[in-house]
C-alpha cells in the first residue's frame, strides 16, 4: 500500500528525512493547490525531480539563461522525441553544451524545485515503493540532507524577503552608487543587470543563477536603501521556454506523467490534445498512440473476476482528500462488495478513463484490491442513483 499523507500533518522536511532514514526507492508525489511535483529516489537518495510548473521545466533555463532560442527548444524537443534520448544527452550530442554544463543545469533546476517545496504548508502526497520512471532521466544521487539543510536556511530567509518584495515580478533600480568592489561575485553580476527595466526574475536569468541569491542582494539593498522596487509589467512577459502552446508540449508533458507512473494525468493531456488540435493529424496519430501505451500499462493491475475494490481510508479522512467530481464519483461506487468490473460496467464514460482513475486512487492509498473467493449472487451491480 502506498504511503499517504498531507504536508499539514507531516512537513516536507520530515517526510524527506523518512524516506532517506529508510532508505526508499520510488517515486514521491506531491499535489500542491497550483502544482504537482515528484521526486525519484534510490535507496533513499533524490535522484530526479519533475514539476508541472513551467518555471521548473529544463526549457526555461535553456532559452531564458540564453543558451536556445525557442524555436531552437522546439526543435530538440522534436528530435529528443524521434531519437528516445534525454534532452540533456542531445544538447552534449549536437555540441550545445558540454556533460558538466548539463549536469550543473539539471543540478539548478532539481535544487530549486525542491526548495520550493519547503515552503509549502499543505499538499496531498503519497510515495509509490519501487516505482521507477518508464524512461530516462538525468540522475544525480544527492543526500536528502542538501535539501534540508539548504533548504531550511532558504525557507527563513525568503520569509523576511516576501514582507518587502512580493514576488519576482518586481523591477529593482538603484537611488544610489554602489561600490562594486566589496560585493561577491554573484551581487556584482546582478548589480550589472539592474537598470530599472528588468525584473528580479529576468536579472537571474541573465546572470544564469538561481532567483534566490538575486533575490537576497536586492533584498539587502532594498533594506540599506540602495534600492527602490517599481511595479511589475502588465501584462505579465511571457514564460521563457514554456511552449505550451504547441501540441507537441502537452504530449511531451503527457509522456513525462506516463513515464512517472501518473497515467490519468497522462490520459487527460491525451484528450486534452483531441480536443484543442482536432486539425491537426500528426497530433491525433500521437494521441493515438499514446493513448494505446496508457491502455497497456493500466492492463498491468492485477484485477481478476473476484477483485473486490474497498476503500482504505477512514470516511472522515476520505471528505478531507482533494478530488475531482469524477474521482468522488467512483468513491461514491465503492463499499467493499462490488467487485472492480461491476463498478466499471456502471460508471458512465470511457472505461480506460475509469480504469486509470481507479488506478490512480489505488496508488494514493485511498482504496485498495481484496481478492474474493466468494461473491454473493444477489449482490448484483451497484446502481446508479439518479
Not at 32 to 56: C, D, W
Given at each position: 500500500m502506498a504511503v499517504t499523507g498531507n504536508l499539514r500533518t507531516m512537513p516536507f522536511p520530515d517526510l524527506m528525512q523518512w524516506i532517506s532514514a529508510s532508505r526508499k526507492t520510488g517515486t514521491l508525489?506531491?499535489?500542491?493547490?497550483?502544482?504537482?511535483?515528484?521526486?525519484?529516489?534510490?535507496?533513499?537518495?533524490?535522484?530526479?525531480?519533475?514539476?508541472?510548473?513551467?518555471?521548473?521545466?529544463?526549457?526555461?533555463?535553456?532559452?531564458?539563461?540564453?543558451?536556445?532560442?525557442?524555436?531552437?527548444?522546439?526543435?530538440?524537443?522534436?528530435?529528443?522525441?524521434?531519437?528516445?534520448?534525454?534532452?540533456?544527452?542531445?544538447?552534449?550530442?549536437?555540441?550545445?553544451?558540454?556533460?558538466?554544463?548539463?549536469?550543473?543545469?539539471?543540478?539548478?533546476?532539481?535544487?530549486?524545485?525542491?526548495?520550493?517545496?519547503?515552503?509549502?504548508?499543505?499538499?496531498?502526497?503519497?510515495?509509490?515503493?519501487?516505482?521507477?520512471?518508464?524512461?530516462?532521466?538525468?540522475?544525480?544521487?544527492?543526500?536528502?540532507?542538501?535539501?534540508?539543510?539548504?533548504?531550511?536556511?532558504?525557507?527563513?530567509?525568503?520569509?523576511?524577503?516576501?514582507?518587502?518584495?512580493?514576488?519576482?515580478?518586481?523591477?529593482?533600480?538603484?537611488?544610489?552608487?554602489i561600490d562594486e568592489s566589496h560585493l561577491t561575485p554573484s551581487g556584482a553580476a546582478a548589480l550589472r543587470e539592474i537598470d530599472g527595466a528588468k525584473s528580479i526574475e529576468e536579472i537571474a536569468l541573465a546572470c544564469r543563477m538561481p532567483e534566490f541569491p538575486v533575490l537576497s542582494f536586492i533584498f539587502q539593498g532594498v533594506t540599506n536603501g540602495v534600492f527602490e522596487l517599481l511595479p511589475p509589467v502588465l501584462p505579465p512577459k511571457r514564460i521563457p521556454g514554456f511552449l505550451r502552446s504547441t501540441w507537441r508540449d502537452r504530449l511531451q508533458e503527457a509522456e513525462s506523467s506516463l513515464a512517472l507512473g501518473d497515467a490519468l494525468e497522462a490520459y487527460r493531456k491525451v484528450i486534452e490534445v483531441r480536443e484543442r488540435y482536432p486539425n491537426i493529424p500528426k497530433a491525433l496519430t500521437a494521441a493515438d498512440e499514446l493513448e494505446r501505451e496508457i491502455a497497456q500499462d493500466v492492463e498491468k493491475l492485477p484485477i481478476g473476476p473476484s477483485t473486490i475494490l474497498e476503500l482504505a481510508l477512514a470516511p472522515r479522512d476520505i471528505v478531507q482528500l482533494k478530488c475531482d467530481p469524477e474521482e468522488g464519483f467512483v468513491l461514491s461506487r465503492i463499499n467493499g462488495r462490488y467487485t472492480v468490473n461491476q463498478i466499471l460496467a456502471v460508471l458512465p464514460g470511457v472505461r480506460l478513463h475509469n480504469q486509470l482513475i481507479i488506478r490512480n486512487l489505488i496508488q494514493r492509498g485511498v482504496v485498495q484490491l481484496r481478492e474474493s473467493q466468494k461473491i454473493a449472487r444477489h449482490q448484483g451491480a451497484p446502481r446508479l442513483r439518479t
Open positions: 508525489v506531491i499535489k500542491g493547490q497550483r502544482y504537482t511535483k515528484k521526486i525519484l529516489f534510490q535507496n533513499g537518495l533524490v535522484s530526479a525531480v519533475t514539476s508541472n510548473n513551467p518555471r521548473e521545466h529544463l526549457g526555461y533555463y535553456l532559452v531564458g539563461w540564453g543558451i536556445l532560442t525557442e524555436d531552437e527548444l522546439e526543435h530538440l524537443l522534436d528530435r529528443q522525441k524521434e531519437l528516445n534520448v534525454m534532452l540533456g544527452e542531445l544538447l552534449v550530442q549536437t555540441g550545445r553544451l558540454t556533460r558538466e554544463q548539463v549536469d550543473h543545469l539539471v543540478r539548478v533546476k532539481t535544487e530549486e524545485t525542491t526548495y520550493d517545496l519547503m515552503l509549502w504548508q499543505e499538499g496531498e502526497f503519497f510515495f509509490l515503493d519501487d516505482a521507477q520512471p518508464r524512461r530516462d532521466f538525468k540522475e544525480l544521487q544527492l543526500p536528502v540532507e542538501h535539501f534540508i539543510l539548504e533548504g531550511a536556511r532558504q525557507v527563513d530567509e525568503r520569509r523576511r524577503i516576501a514582507a518587502v518584495i512580493a514576488d519576482s515580478g518586481v523591477i529593482p533600480r538603484a537611488v544610489q552608487p
